[in-house]
């Protein structure tokens, strides 16, 4: 594996040279103790990070110029004049540039080792504000995907986010992709899928609908594409498995490309919440080899989550019995059971439909899992949308607490969006924790045709819980329902508008700043059971720190969900550059395969500046809805061309379909 390259600047503004390095910032601090020939003197910094605007987070400290490191982890935070004279002659220095300089950014729900086997082959349209771009992207990605490979879209956007307000139409995707199947997944209510997909999954006028899932018909009987949540998620995911999946060397590229991805947005940690299809121990072995080999660039603390019905139990007595939480290192450790626990406790966030009533068995199956883990010491994340879920599953975590103390666990309910303060004190009486996630974000406005915009204005009531003294911690739910983007979550948290730019909360339920920045950095280690090893820059902590390329205490509020990072370190050690930064951080290899949307897109799109969206904004004010019948063109590749005057079909197309008028 190529070595990481370190850093060296010189004290004065914006000069950097680069040195070589270590393989890894999990294995410098291993390095430099295992070889004292390495080591620089006692007390003087490997690293310091100078000229920044530091929010430290630290409230002893709360604001510094220059920060030092030595051996991964922070010796001091302060004023120029107080750390530049810490410095010794082997000391790397960087300048920040007068930057805004924050701990790393940690993510308390987010499924990034699934997404890391399958973020190669998919086309996000996270952060795409207009449909006729993101069809003018799925027609270059169907240009250029091999057979039998498919084209996805896995989640992260909502139609909300498009200034059509709409989604792709079927005819429109078979349209685009008349031969290669083609699986879009919008958030946890339905999926597309084109003729070519259809018959990939073999699905006919025979095939019936799934428990909780239905395979939508057209009059002759015939499926039409469209597979919708009723009210679970599990006919979607069970159709998305079908598809082609990476080899495992690819799949290894795959997730050090998601993981540089969440760093370029900030993101030094994340705890996984297992997921659907994600099996344990096998499809950790890709995670774990990377771990071991010293590649990893976010530090991974992982649940896991039971994938068998009626087998739950067994599943929690086995690996009860073979690992426990903490096992591992600063880098990647089992953080414990969840965010399923058993299969009829799980309520599906569809908010298109009814809320869906748990069944009878839920405390009859849940009761003994909770009772071993309680028993084990094992925490718990539990997946619960509706407040009566929630009702029921805290009357289970009260019987087996009368029996089995849960203080000191850490255990936490996930989502919570309707919860009453009730509950919230129950919660707290167990000592337990609420982790929140921006899935109203891309949902609100679902919520609120269902619900109202009373209910929504509590959806979840952040302010109260942390008002009532339960432990918050924020995150995505990426990659399937929300994107990964953490920035998409602060700018929620302060605003509380969703991506389509409705209001939903009130003064009442928003958060300043700094403290929706805390529920994303040191509030996220309560959930870790790691207090006082991250989310501040502080000493003794690990040098997990951001240097940001806009001030996220000084730009428009609409502006904060732009934020990117300059700079990203883990450990002191650059794991994403950009600009000024761009030679620190070392280099990937290409995204595999060569066909993968990575390679021509990325990941989460910048929004278009002012100007540069008029191409796609006439589609949507056009006639057609679809491909014109008459010219047969589609508007997303039309207006991403000059008009062809030496084709007449694309000539016509080319001017956004005026066929119309005729």
Not at 257 to 263: G, Q
């Amino acid at each position: 594996m190529p070595n990481r390259r370190e850093l060296m600047t010189h004290a004065a503004a914006g000069t950097v040279a680069l040195a070589t390095g270590l393989a890894s910032p999990q294995l410098r601090a291993q390095t430099m103790t295992s070889n004292p020939m390495t080591q620089t003197d006692a007390g003087t910094p490997d690293l310091i990070l100078f000229n920044g605007r530091i929010t430290t987070l630290d409230r002893s400290n709360p604001a510094a110029q220059a920060v030092a490191v030595k051996d991964g982890r922070i010796v001091q935070a302060g004023s120029e004049a107080e750390i530049m004279p810490l410095a010794g002659p082997a000391t790397r220095k960087i300048d920040a540039g007068g930057r805004r300089v924050i701990p790393g950014l940690i993510d308390s729900h987010m499924h990034i080792i699934r997404g890391g086997l399958n973020y190669n082959m998919e086309l996000r349209w996270d952060g795409v504000r207009s449909l006729g771009q993101a069809l003018e992207m799925l027609k270059s990605q169907v240009d250029n995907t091999p057979a039998p490979q498919w084209v996805r879209v896995v989640g992260g956007f909502t139609e909300h986010q498009f200034a059509e307000k709409r989604l792709p139409t079927l005819e429109e995707i078979n349209a685009i992709a008349p031969d290669t199947p083609v699986f879009i997944l919008h958030l946890y209510d339905r999926a597309l899928l084109n003729g070519a997909a259809l018959r990939a999954v073999g699905y006919t006028k025979d095939t019936p609908n799934p428990p909780g899932g239905e395979i939508v018909h057209d009059s002759n009987g015939n499926p039409i594409g469209l597979l919708l949540a009723k009210p679970n998620a599990t006919i979607l995911y069970a159709t998305l498995a079908k598809g082609p999946k990476l080899p495992p060397e690819y799949q290894k590229n795959s997730t050090r490309h998601f993981m540089r991805e969440v760093n370029r947005l900030g993101v030094t940690g994340v705890i996984d919440a297992g997921g659907g299809f994600q099996n344990y121990p096998d499809d950790y072995a890709i995670i774990e080899e990377l771990h071991r080999e010293g590649q990893l660039t976010v530090r991974i603390a992982y649940n896991l989550f039971t994938q068998k019905p009626k087998e739950e139990l067994a599943d929690f007595a086995r690996w009860t019995g073979t690992v426990t939480p903490g096992q591992g290192d600063d880098s990647f450790r089992l953080n414990g059971a969840g965010e399923m626990l058993v299969y009829s406790a799980a309520d599906f966030e569809d908010f298109r439909v009814e809320r869906p009533d748990m069944p009878p068995s839920m405390e009859g199956d849940l009761e003994p899992v909770v009772r071993l883990l309680a028993e084990k010491r094992w925490p718990w994340r539990l997946h619960a949308t509706y407040n009566e879920t929630i009702s029921r599953a805290l009357d289970v975590f009260e019987k087996v607490n009368r029996d089995v103390p849960l203080q000191g666990l850490n255990w936490f309910f996930d989502h919570a969006e309707t919860i009453t303060d009730r509950n919230i004190e129950r919660i707290a009486a167990l000592g337990g924790g609420i982790a929140v996630q921006h899935r109203m974000a891309f949902q609100g406005e679902y919520f609120t045709e269902r619900y109202g915009a009373r209910a929504a204005e509590r959806s979840p009531p952040i302010r109260r819980m942390l008002d009532m003294g339960v432990p918050v911690g924020a995150g995505t739910d990426a990659t399937r329902v929300a994107s990964y983007n953490p920035w998409v979550s602060l700018s929620w948290l302060v605003t509380g508008r969703t991506l389509g730019g409705m209001s939903l909360y009130p003064a009442s339920n928003r958060l300043d700043r700094e403290t929706a920045l805390r529920l994303w950095t040191e509030a996220n280690t309560w959930f870790s059971n790691e207090p006082g090893k991250k989310g501040q820059i502080a000493p003794g902590q690990l040098a997990d720190m951001v240097v940001l390329e806009a001030d996220y205490f000084d730009v428009p509020d609409d502006e904060i969900q732009d934020i990117t990072a300059a700079l990203t370190l883990l450990g002191g050690v650059p794991v994403h550059g950009a600009g000024d930064f761009s030679n620190l951080a070392p280099d990937l290899p290409p995204a595999m395969p060569d066909w993968s949307p990575v390679r021509r897109f990325g990941g989460y799109q910048e929004r278009a500046q002012a100007g540069k969206t008029t191409k796609y904004a006439f589609a949507s004010l056009c006639g057609c809805a679809s491909a014109c019948n008459v010219h047969g063109h589609a508007h997303a590749g039309a207006w991403g061309s000059s008009a062809p005057v030496s084709d007449e079909r694309s000539f016509w197309g080319a001017l956004g379909c005026a066929c119309w008028a005729f």
